[in-house]
């Protein structure tokens, strides 16, 4: 009974658990910081269920369609509305729940992290407060199946994420940083608005499936095609609209920069819906495709090259957070570039498109372990100076530890995550064009070598006397980081299962236009 | 032509605020260029629900059955609300940012090079 009610209303449950979650928090704050604590890691884990349920339905029953106010929530269309679809929809297909579970496992491993993380700061209560509606931002991005809903998703998520990267007031940078991002997804969230009213103005709807099944391609579609480009890859941080992610990543608490990663990610994931399911062969994809293309490959090389002068340890990562975009975009735009020729398609597209999409997840998981060691480094030593730091491998074994294996994924070396989709992105990418191979290759032997450099000095080398006082940061940020690790490596030892399983549909999804159009609105 | 003319207007005011942010170096200018893209944004919306001759969508005292889908207000309205929250909060970063600056130009800013 109750758990067919569950069942039913899971895509509104992933997004009401977080919200009750984040304006409660303060009201358990009040009790007592373990009260508010628990609570935080009782949503954040519901939440975690939730999505893998939602995953288990959709990847079993197929997309699943959620009209919110409706006395059905199947019921897409009312029987009176002629066909419009007017009420706000969440169309989940596996493209979703990819992006989905994968926020909300990081989600999960940030806030076990932050509740030790932040024992030093003050106004702990706002802080999961906003670590919690961040979340329902993203998830709301990966789910919505509506453009102005989408929309409010963005700016829900910018407002907390600006917020949350401002939280370390005491320097004044932080504060710095967190306009810097706020003024940006602003900016970014009114272009897609902008693009918004003029696909109402031409179509009358906002339903995603709607716009694309009326798709004309007329002048206006190409300037909101622009101003969502523009928008969503400003917001996803590739080059060169990328500079705002150092001074974000950097300053924000470490948790939240794990968490940013995957923010930026549900950025990503607007684009290529809007890419692969609003416009689809719509648009003259091999042009689009190359304009996706060019932009990895900027991003891939000029992060790295970015990031190897770096002395700040998180700004370093920053940098290589870029350029890890860049494999993204390269194995997604390699697939748009053939999206219309079936034998290329099944030749190599579809595992540059698999790639691409495992890369994210892959991210999600080895860059959000990454940041987290670098804080757990911040949390002990108080400073993140490549120069000062050193000999920290001594006492702090676990997390050397993690940062070995976040490391090597992040460099693409066996048997990491990180090697499995970079090699699928290898070898379709060599049969769409070597040279965008070799590139790839490259930079990842680049970011090899940094992350080498990063590891000497921060870990090996003797005792500094300024550390002597240093020890392993407490239990609860050693297993957030046990999990993610974790994951990095059974995505690495045993990746078939798990492209198969999730990464598979995923690519399926998004390439199927006709499918998702036919969910909504019905019919063939 | 005279139909055209708010989208016009709409489109001069989003340029003038993209102006704005770029050239300024007062941050609270800066604030002050992207509400005016922000007003930009949200007159176009509402031009583009005009519909000539359409009356308001309530029922009671409708002139004629020709009425306004109001759904372009209701993304105006909500655009407006989120604008504010936007526009409080980058406001008061700006106000920490000259606590501890003693400064609120671009140009004292940029300590985070590195």
């Given at each position: 009974?109750?758990?067919?009610?569950?069942?039913?209303?899971?895509?509104?449950?992933?997004?009401?658990?977080?919200?009750?979650?984040?304006?409660?928090?303060?009201?358990?704050?009040?009790?007592?910081?373990?009260?508010?604590?628990?609570?935080?890691?009782?949503?954040?884990?519901?939440?975690?269920?939730?999505?893998?349920?939602?995953?288990?339905?959709?990847?079993?029953?197929?997309?699943?369609?959620?009209?919110f106010g409706a006395a059905q929530p199947s019921l897409a269309i009312p029987a009176d509305s002629a066909g419009i679809p007017f009420r706000i929809i969440f169309t989940v297909d596996a493209m979703s729940v990819f992006m989905a579970i994968s926020a909300c496992i990081v989600g999960f491993a940030v806030s076990l992290y932050s509740i030790t993380a932040s024992k030093k700061m003050s106004g702990k209560d706002s802080f999961f407060a906003l670590l919690l509606l961040m979340q329902v931002g993203i998830l709301g991005m990966v789910c919505t199946g509506d453009?102005?809903?989408?929309?409010?998703?963005?700016?829900?998520?910018?407002?907390?994420?600006?917020?949350?990267?401002?939280?370390?007031?005491?320097m004044g940078v932080a504060v710095e940083a967190g306009l810097k991002y706020a003024v940006l997804s602003t900016l970014g969230g009114l272009l897609v608005l902008f693009s918004v009213g003029l696909f109402y103005g031409q179509y009358d709807a906002l339903n995603i499936a709607v716009i694309a099944q009326n798709m004309q391609f007329g002048m206006l579609d190409k300037v909101a095609l622009v101003l969502l480009l523009v928008a969503l890859a400003m917001k996803s941080g590739?080059?060169?609209?990328?500079?705002?992610?150092?001074?974000?990543?950097?300053?924000?608490?470490?948790?939240?920069?794990?968490?940013?990663?995957?923010?930026?990610?549900?950025?990503?994931?607007?684009?290529?819906?809007?890419?692969?399911?609003?416009?689809?062969?719509?648009?003259?994809?091999?042009?689009?495709?190359?304009?996706?293309?060019?932009?990895?490959?900027?991003?891939?090389?000029?992060?790295v090259t970015m990031a190897i002068p770096q002395k700040d340890v998180k700004r370093l990562m920053s940098y290589h957070a870029v350029s890890q975009t860049?494999?993204?975009?390269?194995?997604?735009?390699?697939?748009?570039?053939?999206?219309?020729?079936?034998?290329?398609?099944?030749?190599?597209?579809?595992?540059?498109?698999?790639?691409?999409?495992?890369?994210?997840?892959?991210?999600?998981?080895?860059?959000?372990?990454?940041?987290?060691?670098?804080?757990?480094?911040?949390?002990?030593?108080?400073?993140?100076?490549?120069?000062?730091?050193?000999?920290?491998?001594?006492?702090?074994?676990?997390?050397?530890?993690?940062?070995?294996?976040?490391?090597?994924?992040?460099?693409?070396?066996?048997?990491?995550?990180?090697?499995?989709?970079?090699?699928?992105?290898?070898?379709?990418?060599?049969?769409?064009n070597p040279a965008l191979s070799v590139i790839a290759m490259v930079v990842s032997i680049l970011t090899l070598a940094s992350f080498v450099k990063v590891f000497h000095s921060m870990f090996t080398g003797p005792r500094l006397p300024e550390y002597s006082e240093v020890r392993e940061v407490p239990k609860p940020m050693l297993?957030?980081?046990?999990?993610?690790?974790?994951?990095?490596?059974?995505?690495?030892?045993?990746?078939?299962?798990?492209?198969?399983f999730i990464v598979t549909p995923a690519a399926s999804a998004l390439v199927d236009q006709s499918g998702y159009i036919a969910a909504v609105l019905g019919g063939a | 032509m005279i139909y055209n003319l708010p989208y016009i207007a709409a489109v001069i005011i989003i340029i003038l605020g993209i102006i704005t942010m770029v050239t300024k170096k007062n941050l609270i200018k800066i604030i002050m260029g992207l509400s005016l893209v922000e007003a930009g944004v949200n007159l176009f919306l509402v031009a583009t629900g005009y519909v000539s001759g359409g009356?308001?969508?309530?029922?009671?005292?409708?002139?004629?059955?020709?009425?306004?889908?109001?759904?372009?207000?209701?993304?105006?309205?909500?655009?407006?609300?989120?604008?504010?929250?936007?526009?409080?909060?980058?406001?008061?970063?700006?106000m920490v940012i000259y606590k501890k600056y003693k400064s609120a130009s671009v140009t004292d800013l940029g300590r985070l090079k590195g």
């Open positions: 009974m109750i758990s067919d009610w569950i069942l039913q209303n899971l895509p509104a449950l992933l997004l009401a658990v977080p919200m009750l979650g984040a304006f409660a928090t303060p009201l358990f704050g009040h009790v007592s910081d373990s009260a508010r604590n628990t609570w935080v890691m009782l949503v954040s884990l519901a939440t975690l269920v939730i999505a893998g349920l939602l995953t288990n339905e959709v990847l079993i029953n197929g997309t699943l369609v959620y009209t453009m102005f809903n989408f929309f409010v998703f963005l700016e829900i998520n910018s407002l907390a994420g600006a917020a949350l990267v401002a939280s370390r007031i005491d590739a080059v060169p609209m990328h500079f705002w992610t150092p001074d974000a990543y950097s300053m924000a608490p470490s948790g939240i920069t794990a968490f940013l990663v995957v923010a930026s990610q549900a950025s990503l994931y607007g684009l290529f819906r809007v890419l692969f399911t609003l416009y689809n062969v719509t648009l003259d994809y091999v042009t689009t495709g190359w304009v996706i293309i060019i932009l990895g490959v900027l991003s891939m090389f000029i992060g860049g494999y993204m975009l390269l194995g997604v735009g390699v697939g748009l570039a053939v999206l219309g020729d079936e034998t290329m398609m099944n030749a190599f597209g579809m595992t540059a498109m698999q790639g691409g999409l495992f890369h994210i997840i892959n991210h999600a998981m080895y860059k959000g372990l990454l940041f987290l060691t670098a804080g757990a480094i911040f949390y002990q030593t108080d400073t993140r100076n490549l120069n000062k730091l050193g000999g920290l491998g001594h006492d702090m074994k676990w997390t050397m530890l993690f940062f070995v294996i976040g490391a090597l994924a992040i460099a693409g070396i066996p048997p990491f995550n990180g090697f499995e989709s970079k090699l699928m992105i290898y070898e379709s990418v060599f049969m769409f297993i957030a980081m046990g999990i993610l690790a974790l994951l990095v490596v059974l995505f690495g030892v045993f990746p078939q299962p798990v492209v198969d | 009356s308001a969508p309530i029922f009671t005292n409708a002139a004629s059955l020709k009425m306004v889908f109001p759904t372009v207000q209701a993304m105006t309205l909500t655009n407006i609300v989120i604008g504010i929250a936007t526009t409080a909060m980058l406001l008061s970063f700006v």
